[in-house]
């Protein structure tokens, strides 16, 4: 009976999420795509980059960071790392995934853009309100296998259980790491999707 109601209440709070999305989604005219298939996506886009070609000004950007700085981020939509430390093409490498966390991968990238890229100031950015902080993975397991119908059993992302507590792991990870480059500075910090700050985390 507990285990039915449980049930019950995760596909409760699947839908209600799936709702609130599309209705806030909706309210601020974020779905100008129609993109049922991709050749409408094409569509839709065709003439936005169009537009953003005609007057691309970065030609001599470097391939390099320019401004020596790397970003670990969310790819969560409300953040839009270049404009929000005041950066142009070229200035910063920016690495997206679920929850802006380190990973086997991502220490690989990073540890390439240390060494090649001129990114000696890396700035490790989850955020606040952020989807891979808000449930335990047996609740996202859940909410997967509702929304889909495919079993999501052994499906194991890593959730964030302790937004600060990550954070700090995955600076001093970083920092410790053999294969850094020597010197570099390493930041955390966990980015407020309200009202676009950052708090500064040691
Ligand atoms: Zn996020």
Not at 78 to 88: D, E, N, T
Not at 164 to 175: I, N, P, S
């Given at each position: 009976m507990r285990a039915g109601f449980t049930s019950i209440r995760r596909t409760l709070y699947c839908l209600t999420r799936v709702v609130i999305a599309w209705i806030l989604a909706r309210k601020n005219k974020l779905l100008p795509l129609r993109a049922s298939n991709m050749e409408s996506f094409v569509d839709d886009v065709r003439d936005a980059n169009a537009s953003y070609a005609a007057s691309f000004t970065a030609q001599e950007s470097p391939g390099r960071a320019g401004q020596r700085l790397l970003v670990?981020?969310?790819?969560?939509?409300?953040?839009?790392?270049?404009?929000?430390?005041?950066?142009?093409?070229?200035?910063?490498?920016?690495?997206?995934?679920?929850?802006?966390q380190l990973n086997p991968e991502v220490l690989k990238d990073i540890i390439i853009a240390s060494h090649l890229l001129d990114c000696d100031r890396i700035v490790i950015l989850p955020h606040t309100r952020c989807a891979m902080a808000s449930m335990p993975l047996a609740a996202m397991q859940s909410c997967l296998t509702e929304v889909s119908g495919l079993d999501f059993s052994t499906f194991e992302p890593r959730v964030i259980e302790d937004a600060?507590?990550?954070?700090?792991?995955?600076?001093?990870?970083?920092?410790q790491h053999a294969l850094i480059k020597a010197g570099i500075a390493i930041q955390g910090g966990i980015y407020n999707v309200d009202d676009g700050t950052i708090e500064w985390v040691d």
């Open positions: 670990l981020t969310c790819m969560d939509s409300r953040i839009v790392p270049h404009a929000l430390f005041g950066m142009k093409e070229g200035d910063m490498k920016v690495i997206r995934n679920a929850g802006g600060y507590g990550t954070l700090r792991q995955d600076v001093l990870t970083l920092k």
